[in-house]
């Protein structure tokens, strides 16, 4: 039977993690070395108030933070809310409004394990022809963008925007410790990467200079190149609300966005 780690023993693998000292920690927080060795060591147990207090300066994810308190034998600070409560309603509408004010450029919400929760017009067209059994929900960001059948034939600098995907998994992976996270990457790290040799970008006449790493996908004979942006709620008090982020594709040239803005056939 596998025991459960004290909140000491949590408190040090995060701080470990963040490669700072215990004199660093102390001086952040407004405590001792002293303080911090004895509640890592378990000789002192740390106040709610203290736990909070080290998890903020530690950046320990909201869903963990929780873990820390119950470790330390206090009740969760950070509720966790199902998006579909009536709680919620305001924030959905916002999001809703929002992925409908960017068309008609792609726009979607996805939780901390890349299923979409929200998309938008530019979105379904870009995932327009794809078999179905990669639409059935949960629709997942990661797995219909790498797998094979998905939409990684259409990318054109798919070596590049593959390994960028997978390192941020790895990035997400080592801050959140998420089991469910390393398992989605296990799963997408091992598709074959199909349908081209090798990456290609822009030929001499098409030079872009791009300000990010572009997304160059093929959509009905056109190359569409898109750079993204990802947002996250700041403060976040609910563990659902921390963990969904909004990425938006911006155009990353006129061709891209004269292509969007044109009338449906």
Do not use: C
């Amino acid at each position: 039977m596998t025991s459960t780690p004290s909140v000491g023993a949590l408190l040090r693998t995060w701080r470990e993690r963040r490669g700072i000292s215990q004199l660093e920690l102390a001086g952040r927080a407004d405590s001792s070395s002293r303080h911090i060795s004895f509640v890592e060591t378990g000789r002192s147990r740390p106040s709610k108030e203290m736990v909070l207090r080290l998890a903020d300066h530690l950046d320990v994810p909201v869903r963990e933070r929780n873990t820390l308190l119950l470790a330390a034998g206090y009740a969760p600070h950070y509720t966790q809310t199902p998006l579909d409560d009536p709680s919620l309603g305001t924030l959905r509408e916002g999001l809703e409004r929002l992925l409908t004010g960017y068309e008609p450029y792609p726009a979607l919400v996805v939780d901390a394990t890349y299923d979409v929760v929200a998309a938008n017009r530019g979105i379904a067209m870009l995932l327009d022809g794809l078999p179905e059994h990669l639409l059935a929900p949960p629709l997942n960001a990661m797995r219909i963008t790498l797998h094979p059948q998905g939409l990684a034939p259409r990318i054109r600098n798919l070596g590049q925007w593959r390994g960028h995907l997978l390192a941020q998994m790895e990035r997400q992976i080592a801050l959140s410790r998420s089991a469910p996270l390393r398992a989605l990457y296990e799963e997408v790290s091992r598709y074959p990467v199909a349908g081209r040799s090798g990456d290609a970008g822009a030929g001499p006449e098409e030079a872009v200079p791009y300000i990010a790493l572009p997304l160059l996908l093929e959509h009905d004979g056109h190359l569409l190149s898109f750079v993204s942006s990802i947002a996250t709620f700041n403060t976040p008090m609910d563990v659902t609300v921390a963990e969904l982020a909004v990425e938006t594709l911006l155009p990353a040239d006129a061709a891209t966005a004269k292509y969007l803005h044109s009338p449906v056939p």
